[in-house]
């Protein structure tokens, strides 16, 4: 499964081409695969991107690769920049604006995971998880506020489903991330005012991802497929798709909600 957007999919999209030109997308975690191909996609409609990460060869290669997806794209990768740390994050944002000009859009994508039954799983190793999804995504926004501020920006957090309904050995990814849905809820209602919108995408079992191929015992992948009413897994394009819609001027009127894109899977998974 490949971690990119196919070739043909601007092509077959139907979204306009430009309709992010001039503006800039700041991501943590941009060179991991759902977060590499939301950012695919918003390059390949006119954005300019940050991609930020922990490491330097990595992100870079990633951002370079990114660049080639459209003649005169910028996108920088922002290496040695770990979530958890507020400063490195205040020092990427600068590093963008100075590179790219400002900022108007955020995908606080970056998180960890493994899956450890409740027992086993130490006080340091849940606070790992809160501190890079939960604590990483606020000091993400906290970093860019001036630049959303300054330009009426939009976040977008990756959240996720599995805390609607309870699973085992995944307590710590659970908090985080109903911690993140309450997050974007409060910052919708507080710099809504100030012209800032903040939603969530949730995405459900996505093909190619570590949710499936690291996360999801393999004896266990069969009876979850047949348990999503869309009858097959999510592609990353799938979460693509979504996040455009989210920052583009068709959903100016969409903040404070989490857009879930499963297949209707949560209603039926329950975790099984
Ligand atoms: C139990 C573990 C563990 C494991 C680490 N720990 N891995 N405990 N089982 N498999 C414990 C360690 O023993 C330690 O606790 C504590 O966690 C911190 O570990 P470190 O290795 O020092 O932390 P760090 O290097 O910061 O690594 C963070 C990490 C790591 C989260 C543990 O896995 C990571 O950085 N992953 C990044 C990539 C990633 O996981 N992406 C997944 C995204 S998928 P002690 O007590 O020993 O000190 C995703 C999907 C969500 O997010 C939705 C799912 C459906």
Redesign the pocket.
């Known amino acids: 499964m490949p971690n990119t957007l196919s070739p043909d999919w601007l092509k077959k999209s139907v979204f306009k081409p430009d309709i992010f030109k001039g503006k800039v997308v700041f991501v943590t975690g941009g060179a991991g695969t759902i977060c590499r191909v939301q950012t695919e996609a918003m390059i390949l409609l006119g954005a300019d991107a940050a991609i930020i990460g922990r490491r330097p060869e990595v992100t870079q290669k990633a951002a370079d690769e990114m660049a080639q997806l459209r003649p005169g794209a910028k996108v920088i990768g922002v290496g040695n920049t770990d979530v958890r740390e507020v400063k490195s994050l205040v020092a990427a944002a600068e590093r963008t604006v100075k590179e790219l000009g400002r900022i108007d859009f955020v995908i606080c994508g970056a ?4 899956l ?1 039954d409740f027992n ?3 006080s ?2 849940f606070k ?2 809160i501190s ?1 999804d939960l604590l990483g995504s606020y000091n993400t926004v906290k970093a860019c506020f001036p630049e959303l501020r300054k330009n009426k920006g939009s976040i977008l957090f990756v959240s ?1 489903t ?1 805390h609607y309904y309870g699973i085992p050995f995944q307590t710590h ?1 659970s908090a985080a991330k109903a911690g993140i849905d309450a997050l974007s809820n409060a910052l919708a209602v507080e710099l809504g005012p100030l012209g800032i919108r903040s939603n969530c995408i949730a995405p459900g079992a996505i093909a190619g991802t ?2 499936i191929d690291r ?1 999801l015992p393999a004896d266990m992948r069969e009876k979850a497929l047949s348990l999503i009413p869309a009858q097959r897994w999510g592609q990353t394009e799938d979460i693509a798709n979504g996040t455009v819609y989210v920052f583009s001027e068709a959903a100016s009127y969409v903040s404070g909600t989490t857009i879930v894109v499963d297949g209707a899977g949560w209603h039926t998974s329950n975790g099984a």
Do not use: K, R
């Not at 998180?111 to 493994?114: L, S, T």
């Open positions: 998180a960890g995971n493994f450890s086993h799983l130490s340091n190793a790992s998880v890079i996720a599995l990814v570590e949710g996360l």
